[in-house]
């Protein structure tokens, strides 16, 4: 595990004058005379997928010994030795020189037992004070701590992308739905909007979650804390958190800040699933809404003609990996007694995976939005379909002639029922027919009737038409920092 060597992973290797045959006991110290089972050995690695904590485990490890310095429980020599090697393997893994032992099962084995070979003895007092439990316990935190506040980062730059598309679009009709039925006449711009609150919502959730989890487990050591004078406020603070856990036992065997995180992944990953079945649909043959680009689609080795959503659909499948991911730990936790049990080992796997697909669909999704280009001529047609303005001709009933909402709702029914029989639009339904139902109505009817008119007409807050887009698109972009 020296540096630079060329072994292979897992390849067997001196440590302190120990074989790796027995190198996980050695670790563990003289309680066990014998070497672990292969299966045992394969079961029990946590090393292939742990290794992605190993800039928190050596962050986590210079913060407890600079505290232990302080507290004069390690010299300033012993330290000075520790912090070097931690740096020195840190710049290993970055590089690529360093390798990793599943013989050691986790990383913060692999880190104690190359920083045994850089410095000597001072690397055994390292772990004066702590244990693997609140270690893991804190690498982890600090893991998803950066996770998030990645994920925040993409999340409001796909924000950006989408509020300006929607600013540029404010103007472009389309048909809203329920039911996917046409209802009303909406645009674009206000469309590609309700994504950007709901964005909006999911990085509250991701804060909300960080706020909670910014406690260090730190020194809580195995589960009872420990006698030595440590000072966990130190630590604490060093390492970014706002405080030291308050209960030793919680510390080493609370994941609810993993299971926070991935469900605030799992709905906002549902969200954008939402999105991407829209693009799948609106840029098929038979909606022709939208063009997608070839950066985001695919053809087929048998149809010449196709242009395929496949980014679109794989954005659309892999909420069940990131769903998947959270339940399968809610199902490990939920029998658990306290404190640290094996188990928690399988928090981190699925956790990683599907941390790591849900960033790629935020890029996927930011990518597909920013090529977007809608095709208005396909959107304004459909926009107007469906007797979209039914709703409009009932406000008008009400509004200038005074009916009662429901005499209005079913003397709409009666003029869309003659619409649906003429074969024509609202729009389309000769004058005197409509006096035929409700007598009182009167030529001005025609001027609610078109999707423009219609669009405009939306002014309340949060409506749709396109002055209500710009301001609130305007509004977005400067608190995204346009």
């Excluded at 050695?26 to 290794?51: L, Q, V």
């Excluded at 991701?206 to 420990?226: I, M, Q």
């Excluded at 149809?303 to 499948?317: C, G, S, T």
Aim: aromatic share 6%; proline share 3%; net charge neutral.
């Amino acid at each position: 595990m020296s540096k630079g060597s060329n072994k292979p992973q897992g390849a067997s290797e001196q440590i302190d004058g120990t074989s790796n045959t027995t190198s996980s006991n050695t670790m563990w110290g003289g309680r066990f005379s014998s070497a672990p089972d292969a299966i045992m050995e394969e079961i029990n690695a946590s090393i292939d997928f742990d290794k992605a904590m190993f800039r928190q485990d050596i962050a986590g490890s210079k913060a407890h010994a600079a505290m232990l310095k302080a507290q004069g429980i390690l010299s300033h020599e012993d330290v000075a030795k520790i912090v070097h090697g931690l740096d020195t393997i840190l710049r290993e893994i970055e590089t690529g020189q360093f390798t990793f032992s599943r013989q050691l099962e986790d990383i913060h084995m692999n880190v104690e037992a190359r920083l045994r070979e850089l410095i000597g003895d001072a690397a055994g007092r390292l772990h004066t004070g702590r244990s693997r439990n609140d270690q893991v316990a804190t690498d982890f935190k600090l893991w998803v701590r950066d996770t998030i506040d990645a994920l925040d980062a993409a999340l409001a730059g796909l924000q950006k992308t989408l509020a300006e598309k929607a600013l540029e679009h404010a103007a472009v009709f389309m048909p809203g739905f329920t039911h996917l039925q046409s209802a009303q006449p909406v645009t674009f711009g206000h469309h590609l909007m309700a994504y950007v609150e709901m964005l909006g919502r999911d990085r509250s959730r991701f804060a909300d979650a960080r706020k909670r989890l910014n406690e260090s487990p730190l020194g809580a050591a195995a589960l009872a804390g420990t006698s030595f004078p440590i000072d966990r406020e130190m630590t604490a603070k060093s390492l970014g958190f706002d405080r030291p856990t308050a209960n030793s036992l919680d510390s080493v065997s609370d994941r609810d800040f993993v299971l926070e995180a991935l469900s605030a992944a799992t709905i906002s990953a549902m969200h954008l699933s939402r999105f991407a079945e829209e693009l799948v649909i609106w840029s098929s043959a038979q909606f022709r809404f939208v063009h997608l680009s070839d950066k985001f689609t695919t053809g087929s080795s048998i149809m010449p003609q196709k242009r395929n959503p496949d980014a679109a659909e794989l954005v659309r499948a892999k909420i069940g990996r990131i769903a998947g991911a959270y339940q399968a730990l809610v199902i490990v936790m939920k029998g658990l007694p306290l404190a640290y049990s094996k188990d928690m080992q399988e928090d981190k796997e699925q956790a990683f995976d599907a941390f790591n697909a849900f960033s790629l669909v935020i890029a996927a999704t930011a990518g597909m939005v920013a090529d977007l280009e809608p095709n208005e001529k396909n959107l304004a047609k459909a926009a107007g379909s469906g007797f979209a303005t039914a709703t409009d001709l009932a406000d008008w009933l009400v509004r200038v002639l005074d009916l009662p909402f429901r005499d209005a709702h079913h003397v709409t029914g009666r003029i869309v029922a003659l619409a649906e029989e003429l074969n024509c639009d609202l729009h389309r339904v000769p004058l005197a027919d409509m006096q035929a139902i409700e007598p009182k109505i009167t030529k001005d009817v025609l001027g609610v009737l078109s999707v423009r008119k219609s669009v405009m007409s939306r002014v309340s807050y949060g409506g749709t038409a396109p002055a209500n887009v710009r301001k609130q698109a305007k509004r977005w972009l400067r608190a995204l920092g346009r």
